[in-house]
């Protein structure tokens, strides 16, 4: 049972199936609306496909001082860390990697990146496998660095890989990106001992089944990211594929008093061609900080996922004078049908360790 329930409906659809178009809006765009996003990330494989891991946004300017990230398990593979600063004490397997941005415009950035593997099955490595590159990227790179394969733990974690990548995001102002959600604004607060995010993704179909991932990542000072993809969905199209990404952060109220801001954002692509489907994501929540044993819990609601009608190819023409020979302009619009993954529900829910 969930000892705390607070529920927060956070995402609505900002991208539908054609893309391109936000609140029924369409207009140009140009290199100033544009921003890459560089996140480091260590995506989790499970041996049917399903996908978990944690991340961490780089932003421009936070490589200036040279300190490395330290990308790492604790335990298992399901239990990820990013962490900057001091090599941590309790890493299982992972990597050191720091990375220098040589330049950035609209659409390229150029980082130099050193990888070094520091420990394999709760020891160090005296001269683990590493590299150096100097990498030109653009939005929608994912360049993965290095990869530890493991047997699964059997009861606690399914996992048999673990790599080490980097992902290059594309922004544009006022759209939702597939990927990411905002920073939230408000300043973050300092973590005096760890705490560890334990997240379940709660999936329930139409029909009421629910199926759960979990994982664990730890909180760090600047805020923590995370992935999840579940098993294909059944549609009327073919199988879907629905990726849910979020950030928690530790952050500072005008009170002076600590919260937990949550930001999400999801995507849903069509499995066999790999075309977006529907994207969305939400600017957070800020929700008071979780005492020992609660839980919050923050419900999506259901992706809007729109069959094309089968009549003409789901273009009507539209227009004064359509048709009859004379003076008139029509236009096409094209219908949609219903939604393909009706009744589909997640949510996603949160306890807070703390010291561990």
């Given at each position: ?36 996003e560089l996140t480091l990330a ?175 990542v730890r909180l760090a000072p ?47 692509t069509h499995q066999a061609t ?83």
């Amino acid at each position: 049972m969930w000892t705390t329930m607070l529920m927060a409906v956070l995402l609505m659809p900002q991208q539908g199936a054609q893309g391109g178009v936000v609140g029924g809006l369409s207009r140009s765009i140009g290199p100033r609306d544009m921003t890459l996003e560089l996140t480091l990330a260590a995506p989790v494989e499970l041996p049917d496909g399903r996908l978990l891991g944690a991340s961490v946004r780089i932003l421009p300017g936070a490589t200036a001082d040279g300190d490395p990230w330290f990308v790492y398990s604790r335990g298992n593979l399901c239990e990820s860390a990013i962490t900057r600063g001091g090599a941590p004490a309790d890493a299982t397997d992972g990597w050191r990697i720091s990375i220098v941005e040589r330049s950035r415009s609209a659409t390229h950035l150029t980082v130099a990146v050193t990888w070094l593997r520091m420990w394999e099955r709760g020891r160090l490595v005296a001269a683990g496998s590493g590299g150096t590159s100097e990498l030109t990227l653009q939005g929608g790179d994912r360049i993965p660095l290095d990869q530890i394969t493991r047997p699964a733990t059997p009861g606690a974690c399914a996992a048999t890989q673990k790599t080490l990548e980097l992902r290059v995001a594309l922004r544009v102002e006022g759209m939702s990106s597939p990927t990411s959600v905002a920073i939230g604004a408000e300043p973050p607060a300092p973590l005096d001992d760890p705490v560890t995010a334990e997240l379940w993704l709660v999936h329930q179909s139409p029909g009421g089944a629910e199926t759960v991932e979990h994982q664990t990542v730890r909180l760090a000072p600047g805020g923590v990211g995370f992935m999840f993809r579940g098993l294909p969905v059944g549609s009327a199209d073919g199988p879907m594929l629905i990726d849910v990404t979020g950030q928690l952060r530790a952050v500072l109220r005008p009170d002076g008093s600590r919260a937990l801001w949550v930001g999400l954002a999801r995507s849903v692509t069509h499995q066999a061609t790999g075309r977006l489907r529907f994207s969305g994501s939400t600017g957070g929540k800020t929700v008071d900080w979780l005492a020992p044993g609660d839980v919050v819990s923050f419900d999506l609601p259901e992706p809007a996922v729109f069959a094309r009608q089968a009549a003409a190819g789901g273009l009507v023409m539209r227009g004064t004078g359509a048709g009859r020979g004379g003076g008139g302009v029509a236009t096409a619009t094209r219908q949609r049908g219903p939604n393909l993954l009706e009744g589909h529900r997640l949510s996603l829910r949160v306890r807070l360790i703390q010291g561990k």
